[in-house]
């Protein structure tokens, strides 16, 4: 016959003191809570900001420019490529290539359709540096047609500007539909060209047209090679890189600040979430720590009780671990309520706040889950061994 | 199983008791099946002897050995198992649970390892005059009572030695008597040994050996 813990049980005094046994049940649940959201917090912003970021295949891109002031206003401030050199020897920047100016005048008309001319810049940029590159992308020599990838950003600054000139604001589809007149003009002659737009870049403001059509234009309308640039593009892994912060300020390079605020607000959210993750555990910790208080003070309490089970012959082994079963299904219950309670934080978050964007999840991550066991087994864990400790001195 | 004792002398003992002892400083083996009677007068060491015996103080130079185990050696659990199986023991303070019934004391001491069916603590009870107690916590029973309650418990388990520390000092006679018989019947059971320390000689047990602490 199987030893009965039933009869041991009212050996325990544990009624007593309900107040502070309350207290570190409510403890513990809201640490549990507290780390429990704070972890999937964590993961959603995680989420959030990897799918929405600027980064390609883990890489962030940015622009720099040298810095413009006074001092050096007349100054040639363009990257020559020993400047494109340095920057690609530092470790960590992956890659660099420069964003190729138009040496010669381009002016723009758009026809019947959009009836507005101005004069424009083109740019060229290593396609491996560009977000959107359509198989259409391409140029060779005596081709009339000029296809061109167009910063996002312009299109909606024209649509903002449109209507007070008159001229139809524009939706993307309708914007690739329009042939666009580039009247191309340098020392050495002229060409014109009918350039149509194949793409919308997020990454790179500005009107870019394939490398390869800039060398030849440059070579062929001004008789100059595109060696310096004003921009240059540097491909990192991390744009907020401290490293690459400091070399960029002793260079007095600028860089194009909207590209790394995702990732330092990405930065200060995760602090302030792991700020909150690291309460959460502490709040956790001091929870066991009242728990285990509350454990030593009825184990002197039933002390003489159980040092007479110990004499009669109770293994103190078995003693400690039915012990601490006795509090086993308490630690499950307030762990399964702070899960329920992050997964009705998360669905609301998800519903109400994030308005059920596809990139999160109405569930809470496995890794929560897996955490929220793992505090269970934490705990109980930590309990037999205070409650073996305790009996074995006993002894 | 045989219990040995080496040179066992409490360390607050002088080396002259040695000289007065059966026991004190002695080398001495009980077998199963042997009755021993230990007639010991107050301050002579006796509840420490049951207490050295049974594993629960280790302030003696000496040892004692349950086969070839010296129990100094032993572990907690070590002790808990060989308190389960091999040895059981009647304490002159008794040691009750005072807030549990007479029937949850004994089935807190059988559930352990079960010599008896349950139905036994009745019938036990019943004998010793306590079968009306049984539902009464311990600590409202007489001394005479909570002494047949030690009895009892101390025969629900299987056991090779039974100590016994002034077993009858709260009851008369004829209770002492029955207890007596009752416990003869178990050891016979398990051809266990008795170890009894009294402060006086007692008829009616038959002991196989006589020592004067």
């Known amino acids: 016959m199987a030893l009965s813990y039933k009869t041991i049980k009212p050996l325990l005094l544990t009624g007593t003191n309900a107040a502070s046994r309350w207290f570190s049940y409510i403890g513990l649940g809201i640490g549990v809570l507290l780390l429990l959201c704070s972890l999937q917090m964590f993961i959603n912003i995680q989420q959030l900001l990897t799918r929405n970021s600027i980064r390609k295949n883990g890489s962030d891109f940015v622009s720099i420019a040298k810095n413009i002031t006074n001092e050096n206003m007349g100054k040639d401030n363009r990257f020559s490529s020993a400047d494109i050199a340095e920057l690609k020897a530092q470790p960590f920047i992956e890659d660099a290539a420069p964003l190729i100016p138009n040496l010669f005048r381009v002016q723009a008309s758009a026809g019947q359709m959009v009836n507005f001319s101005s004069d424009i810049f083109i740019e060229a940029l290593n396609n491996n540096f560009i977000d959107t590159v359509p198989p259409t992308f391409t140029w060779v020599e005596n081709q009339p047609t000029l296809p061109v990838i167009f910063s996002s950003e312009f299109l909606e600054m024209y649509n903002v500007f449109a209507p007070s000139w008159e001229l139809p604001q524009l939706s993307p589809a309708t914007a690739t539909n329009v042939a666009i007149s580039l009247h191309c003009e340098g020392k050495l002659g002229e060409r014109i060209f009918i350039a149509r737009i194949v793409a919308f870049s997020d990454r790179v403001n500005s009107i870019l047209v394939p490398e390869n059509f800039l060398e030849w234009a440059n070579k062929t309308l001004e008789g100059q090679d595109s060696t310096k640039s004003s921009r240059v593009f540097i491909k990192t892994k991390d744009a907020n890189n401290s490293d690459l912060l400091k070399f960029l300020d002793q260079k007095d390079y600028r860089v194009n600040k909207d590209k790394t605020m995702f990732g330092r607000s990405k930065q200060i959210l995760q602090g302030i979430i792991t700020g909150l993750g690291v309460f959460g555990l502490l709040v956790i910790l001091l929870a066991l720590m009242l728990f285990s208080f509350y454990l030593q003070l009825v184990i002197a309490r039933s002390k003489d009780n159980l040092q007479l089970l110990l004499t009669l012959g109770y293994s103190p082994a078995w003693l400690s671990q039915n012990m601490a079963k006795q509090f086993m299904p308490v630690y499950i219950f307030v762990v399964l309520t702070g899960l329920a309670l992050t997964q009705v934080m998360q669905w609301s978050f998800h519903h109400f706040v994030m308005y059920d964007r596809p990139e999160l999840s109405s569930f809470v991550d496995w890794v929560v889950i897996a955490a929220a066991i793992l505090l269970i087994i934490l705990s109980i864990i930590t309990n037999y061994r205070l409650v073996k400790r305790l009996l074995y001195r006993m002894f | ?213």
């Open chain 2, 1 to 213: 199983m045989q219990l040995r004792i080496q040179q066992l002398l409490p360390v607050y003992f002088d080396e002259a008791r040695k000289s007065n002892s059966d026991i004190w400083g002695k080398d001495l083996s009980f077998s199963k099946g042997e009755m021993i009677k230990i007639v010991a007068p107050s301050g002579s060491g006796k509840t420490s002897l049951v207490h050295f015996l049974y594993g629960m103080r280790q302030d003696y130079n000496g040892s004692i050995l349950y086969g070839d185990k010296n129990i100094k050696q032993f572990g907690a659990e070590d002790f808990a198992l060989h308190r389960k199986d091999n040895i059981s023991v009647v304490f002159q303070d008794l040691r009750l649970f005072p807030e549990q019934t007479v029937g949850e004391n004994l089935e807190i001491k059988r559930q352990l390892n079960p010599f008896h069916p349950s139905e036994k603590i009745k019938e036990m009870a019943e004998r010793l005059g306590i079968g009306n107690k049984l539902q009464s916590k311990a600590k409202i029973c007489s001394y005479g009572e909570q002494q047949r309650v030690a009895i009892i418990r101390s025969l629900l388990q299987p056991f090779d030695f039974l100590l016994l520390d002034e077993p009858f000092s709260h009851l008369d006679n004829n209770n002492s008597e029955k207890a007596m018989e009752l416990m003869l019947e178990e050891a016979k059971q398990r051809e266990a040994c008795i170890i009894f320390a009294d402060l006086e000689r007692i008829d009616y047990f038959p002991y196989t050996k006589l020592f004067h602490l």
